[in-house]
């Protein structure tokens, strides 16, 4: 992508989506953390689900650790490497009890000392929880960023790097929301929807894939 395309390209996708956000709920920095803990090689949906019930009955440190192992399992049993990640919450939540006053500590070193807690949950913490300008690279970002031609790269770090170096300022604080969601529902793994993509003419990728044919009758 040229260096003339980057501010359009994400003008655009400012003027479809002015106020991004996450599709994981919550109602508190900790509940956000546990979701994106949870999220790991799950879909937002799947983990909102689950956590519909969980947060009501435990959506604190403390109430995780009274609510035990085993009911966290049995609350999250729907998700993924549900018994990893609940072992991960718990070992998490004693750590916020007893080192942090039951709060999320709001630098990049504390929250990737928690268990569970890799680089692109802790920008996703930051970033949604505490307005910093990080770029949470998921497998949508990273495939975006790379067939497009925004910030190519080999990896999650390398990628992550060139897009905070070529994403204007002003758009820095929502951009990881517009990727995502331009990944998650037009930028598709398989077959991306170039014929309905608003920001295509700033796009790399060729050639663009028509629209599927329609059914006679």
């Known amino acids: 992508m040229k260096d003339r395309d980057v501010e359009p390209f994400f003008a655009t996708l400012q003027a479809a989506n002015p106020s991004p956000e996450t599709e994981l709920e919550y109602s508190s920095v900790f509940e956000l953390l546990a979701a994106v803990l949870l999220s790991a090689q799950a879909t937002d949906a799947g983990v909102n689900k689950a956590t519909r019930r969980l947060f009501p009955a435990a959506g604190t440190p403390q109430a995780i650790l009274e609510l035990g192992l085993e009911r966290l399992e049995d609350h999250i049993r729907t998700i993924g490497l549900y018994r990893t990640k609940a072992r991960n919450l718990m070992a998490t939540c004693r750590i916020l009890v007893d080192r942090h006053g039951g709060q999320v500590p709001r630098t990049r070193e504390e929250l990737e000392a928690l268990p569970g807690v890799g680089r692109k949950t802790a920008n996703v913490v930051l970033n949604v929880a505490f307005g910093e300008a ?36 002003a758009y820095l604080a929502d951009a990881h929301h517009w990727l995502i969601l331009h990944g998650r529902y037009v930028c598709v793994a ?15 990728f060729e050639p663009k894939t028509p629209p599927p044919p329609t059914r006679p009758g």
């Not at 067939?147 to 300022?169: C, I, N, S």
């Not at 398989?190 to 790399?204: E, G, H, I, M, N």
Request: overall charge positive; glycine content about 4%; some cysteine.
């Open 134 to 169: 990080t770029m949470a690279v998921d497998t949508h970002i990273f495939r975006v960023s790379n067939r497009t031609g925004l910030a190519p790269g080999k990896d999650p770090l390398q990628v992550e790097f060139k897009l905070l170096e070529r994403v204007p300022p």
């Open 190 to 204: 398989r077959l991306p929807q170039c014929w309905r993509c608003a920001v295509r003419a700033y796009c790399d």
